[in-house]
C-alpha cells in the first residue's frame, strides 16, 4: 500500500463549489504540506503543518483553508473555487519524530478541474 | 529568501546521450540539497540527496556533487534511456523544514 495517499485522484466541479481534498499517511510523519503544480510555475507552497495544532500559511494561501484531523490525517478545502485553482494538488509528508530531515515524500496528485 | 534556479527545459535527448541538468541555489546557512523526478501521472519521487559540501549524491545512474563555492547542484547521468523520460525538479531544504524547489527541466529521450 503507498505511504500517502490523497483522494480524490481526479475531480471537476463548477465555479463556487466548496470541495475538500484529503491525505493520508502511514509514514507516522509529524509534518505534512500541501502544494500546487502548474505548468511552468514548478511547485508552490499553500498550507503546512507541523503537528495537530501547529498549522501555517505557505506561499499562496489565499483562497484555500485546511484541517489537521490527526498525525495522519490533513485536509485541504477550496470554500468556492474559481477556475484559476485549476491545477494538480500534492500532499506531502516529513520527519518522523525526533527527527531533522528536510526530505519530503509526495502522494500521487489530485487533478482539479474548476470549469 | 531562498531560491532554486534550474535549466529551463525541454531538453530533448538520443538514447545513450550524456545529460546536464544545471541548478544553482541561494540560501543562508547550509541547506540540504535535492533532486526530485516526477513521472508521467505520478507524485514526485526523491531521485538523490546531498546535506553538506561536496557531498555526491546518486542513485540509479544519477549523481550530483553539493559545490558550495559555486552553489551548484547539477544532475548528471552519463547515458539517458528512455525510460528517465520525466520533469525533474531540483529543491533545497533550510530553515524551517520546508522545501523551496526550481520550475522542473522537461526530459524527453527518443530511441
Known amino acids: 500500500d503507498a505511504d500517502v495517499t490523497q483522494t480524490p485522484r481526479n475531480r471537476i466541479t463548477k465555479t463556487g463549489k466548496r470541495i475538500m481534498l484529503e491525505c493520508s499517511q502511514t509514514?507516522?510523519?509529524?509534518?505534512m504540506y500541501w502544494y500546487r503544480q502548474d505548468p511552468g510555475l514548478g511547485l508552490r507552497l499553500i498550507y503546512y503543518s507541523f503537528d495537530v495544532k501547529d498549522i501555517n500559511k505557505g506561499e499562496i494561501s489565499d483562497g484555500y483553508s485546511v484541517s489537521r484531523q490527526a498525525q495522519a490525517k490533513f485536509s485541504l478545502s477550496l470554500e468556492s473555487a474559481i477556475p484559476n485553482q485549476t491545477a494538480l494538488y500534492f500532499c506531502a509528508t516529513s520527519g518522523a519524530r525526533g527527527t531533522f530531515s528536510y526530505e519530503q515524500y509526495f502522494g500521487p496528485g489530485t487533478r482539479l478541474t474548476v470549469t | 529568501g531562498d531560491s532554486v534556479t534550474q535549466m529551463e527545459g525541454p531538453v530533448t535527448l538520443s538514447e545513450e546521450a550524456f545529460l546536464t541538468i544545471n541548478c544553482t541555489y541561494t540560501a543562508t546557512g547550509y541547506p540540504s540539497l535535492f533532486w526530485y523526478v516526477q513521472y508521467p501521472g505520478e507524485g514526485l519521487q526523491l531521485l538523490l540527496k546531498?546535506?553538506?559540501?561536496?557531498d555526491k549524491g546518486s542513485n540509479k545512474g544519477f549523481e550530483a556533487t553539493y559545490r558550495k563555492e559555486t552553489t551548484s547542484f547539477h544532475l548528471e547521468k552519463g547515458s539517458v534511456q528512455v525510460s528517465d523520460s520525466a520533469v525533474y525538479f531540483c529543491a533545497l531544504g533550510a530553515g524551517s523544514y520546508q522545501l523551496t524547489f526550481g520550475k522542473g527541466t522537461k526530459l524527453s529521450v527518443i530511441p
Open positions: 546531498a546535506t553538506k559540501a561536496d
Open positions: 509514514k507516522g510523519h509529524d509534518r
